[in-house]
């Protein structure tokens, strides 16, 4: 793993997530050009996926770790991930049994896994591991999940002009509840040394909406809000993530950090 001091770390990390960001929205645009939605959207997730492996093998060397061990973690820390698990995979289960149409369904599931491997391996691995190696001081755990968080947060920024008709006022709304998943995911990581369990559980939680979006070719975020309904969405999220956001941060409390320092022993030396 590469050291840097934390203002260098800063400054590449941000500029990679932005380069990555743009790889990802070139592919995108290049392969609409000659595949239908479904198509381009899975093939231009397997090359980010291809370029974050290349990057981490040949440049960065951030260890990854998938294994199912988890330090004796598992149920204390991901019971609220299994919860999402069981209610995002019942709504995708559900919404199989009423359009009864496999090929979309097969098509979300494959693009769940690249997204959770990717978002996960590059937000919870790469950038968190480098921001703890290049952080100091007795915050540093935390203000290396805060700061991974927002990056993944702001990296939905990208609906706002990627083509996929998401409205703005939803986009924003993304952006905050993706900050708050980050930190639970995050804490998921830290806290069972492995980055299997937040993929899983990110990969569950987009599959509702990915099922959506493949089977109507619209997205469940196209339409705008406004007055009451956005107030109602405004409230709702805030019960939903807020609790999330918490529950992440007392996950990664200064009590809990030998804990997470036998998880992580390349990370927290």
């Known amino acids: 793993m590469r050291k840097w001091s934390a203002t260098q770390t800063l400054g590449i990390l941000t500029g990679l997530t932005a380069i990555m960001m743009l790889v990802l929205f070139i592919v995108r645009r290049l392969f609409g050009q000659f595949m239908d939605q479904t198509a381009w959207e899975l093939s231009a997730e397997l090359v980010i996926v291809l370029v974050l492996i290349a990057v981490n093998k040949y440049w960065l060397h951030v260890p990854l770790s998938y294994q199912w061990q988890t330090h004796g973690q598992f149920w204390s820390v991901c019971w609220l991930g299994i919860l999402l698990v069981f209610i995002n995979g019942g709504v995708f289960i559900g919404g199989y049994v009423v359009n009864t149409n496999a090929t979309p369904a097969i098509e979300a599931v494959v693009m769940a896994l690249l997204v959770g491997y990717y978002e996960e ?144 022993p390349e990370w927290l030396e």
Request: contains cysteine; aromatic residues 12%; proline residues 2%.
């Open 121 to 264: 391996s590059f937000f919870r691995g790469i950038i968190l591991g480098q921001l703890l190696k290049s952080f100091s001081g007795k915050h540093r755990v935390i203000l290396a999940v805060l700061t991974s968080s927002v990056l993944f947060g702001l990296t939905h920024a990208a609906h706002y002009f990627d083509g996929f008709d998401q409205s703005s006022i939803n986009t924003t709304l993304q952006i905050g509840y993706a900050i708050c998943l980050g930190v639970y995911f995050s804490a998921v990581t830290l806290r069972t040394g492995s980055l299997l369990w937040p993929m899983l559980m990110h990969a569950t939680f987009d599959l509702p909406s990915l099922y959506i979006e493949f089977t109507t070719h619209s997205g469940v975020l196209s339409n705008s809000l406004s007055g009451d309904e956005l107030l109602i969405t405004l409230i709702s999220d805030t019960i939903h993530y807020l609790p999330v956001l918490l529950i992440g941060l007392w996950l990664i409390r200064r009590s809990q950090l030998a804990e997470i320092a036998h998880a992580n």
